[in-house]
């Protein structure tokens, strides 16, 4: 199992910058594979960005590519998102998931990939 808490959501104007981390526990080691992903009202969740916590590989969706960035903190178990020139666009629900990473056809931030999932932490952004 593997437990997964959301921290630094919050307000902001368009243009801001968030950081929002997810801090890992459990014991389930194979799921080194972390992503993120966010839910705007009255739309489907979609993938933001992911990382294979072995290589340190990652995948940025196109929507936040140049704005968003990840890292991993191994010694405490947490992988940040950094936002910066948030947009009114970026307004969700954002949450943090683990699965197993497997080389497939699967696209890198295809929610079937993850198996856990963190409650979620609000992110608003005002224009």
């Known amino acids: 199992q593997v437990q997964l808490e959301e921290s630094g959501g919050g307000s902001v104007e368009a243009g801001g910058s968030l950081k929002l981390s997810c801090r890992r526990a459990g014991d389930d080691y194979r799921s080194n594979y972390m992503g993120w992903f966010r839910q705007a009202p009255g739309k489907g969740r979609e993938g933001v960005a992911a990382?294979?916590?072995?290589?340190?590989?990652?995948f940025i969706a196109d929507s936040v590519k140049g704005r968003f960035t990840l890292s991993q903190d191994n010694a405490k178990n947490t992988v940040s998102l950094q936002m910066n020139n948030l947009k009114p666009e970026d307004t969700a629900v954002y949450y943090c998931a683990a699965g197993i990473f497997s080389r497939d056809l699967r696209p890198p931030l295809s929610e079937s990939r993850f198996d856990y999932w963190g409650q979620g932490t609000q992110v608003t952004v005002s224009s």
């Open positions: 990382i294979y916590r072995g290589s340190g590989s990652q």
